[in-house]
């Protein structure tokens, strides 16, 4: 079932789930997934009546391009409904936050083991989204993504991590924490997601450009965002772009005529090519196939 990888999501809309007008919007957006928050952007009193309208808002934004997300509460009195509510057969994944421990991670797959079985779901049809938001989570994170291979893709949430961890949300420390996430995401074969800064200061798009072109450079593959307005930066930075995927052509091209005379390496453009050049150019040109199949969906 992991095999997470090869269809990245660029950009993340947080969508509150019991705001209707905001649902119907978010399918006009251009992110790569919409998330339909039951969580910090829906207050206390209303959670059950988010939980009930679910379906409905789901089945909104399925109608747009890109994959449907559902972001649960991670105390068991409203993580067991949510997750109840949020098994459909148009949910890719559910964004679990404050993940700690493995332990949550596996009897949430678990549940969600039972809940597709019920609905006639295959197995692993719901994946994991692992937020990281504690030091204890980021000092587990290795046995956290290895817990369930549901576990699609992850990243440090940066406001709660900051608070818990007592750290400057835009210092050292909350870098140091996003690379080791990124690495783990990395060894274990998840996508490794978000910013090693916050998200909430939609008004500087520059600023918030500048972090997402950090996050690309220590290994990040996308982001979550809140506004309407970050989803174009994020699909152009974490995007591929028209010479990346020429020179990936190229490289391809160049390697395969080489096979076919018997090599197994290459001099092209001045630098060497052998098979580990070749399968990364190859992914990238799966990459840049997924990506004109949302742009044109």
Known sequence: MR??????????????????????????RGADAVILDLEDSVPREQKAAARAGLTDAIGTVAQGRGDVLVRVNRNW??????????????????????????????????????????????????RIFARIETAGGV?????????????????????????????????DGIRQAFVEVTLAARAAGV??????????????????????????????RGAPCIHPSQVPVLNEVFGLQPDEVRAAREVVAAFEQAAAEGRGSLMHEGSFVDVANYNQARHVLEQATRQQELETA
């Open 3 to 28: 095999d997470h990888d090869a269809a990245p999501w660029r950009s993340l809309l947080y969508v509150p789930a019991n705001r209707p007008r905001f649902v119907a919007g978010a399918t006009r």
């Open 77 to 126: 009195s409203d993580l067991v409904p949510d997750l109840a509510a949020s098994v459909h057969p148009a949910v890719t994944a559910i964004n679990l936050p404050k993940v700690d421990d493995p332990g949550v991670v596996r009897v949430v797959s678990e549940m969600l083991d039972e809940l597709e079985a019920e609905r006639g779901l295959e197995r692993g049809h719901v």
């Open 139 to 171: 000092r587990r994170i290795d046995d956290i993504l290895r817990a369930s291979d549901r576990v699609a893709a992850t990243a440090i949430g940066t406001g709660d991590l900051s608070i818990e961890a007592r750290l400057d949300p835009a210092g």
């Open 191 to 220: 996508q490794p997601l978000g910013l090693p800064g916050l998200i909430v200061d939609f008004g500087d798009l520059d600023a918030f450009r500048r972090t997402a072109e950090d996050a690309r450079s220590l290994g990040s």
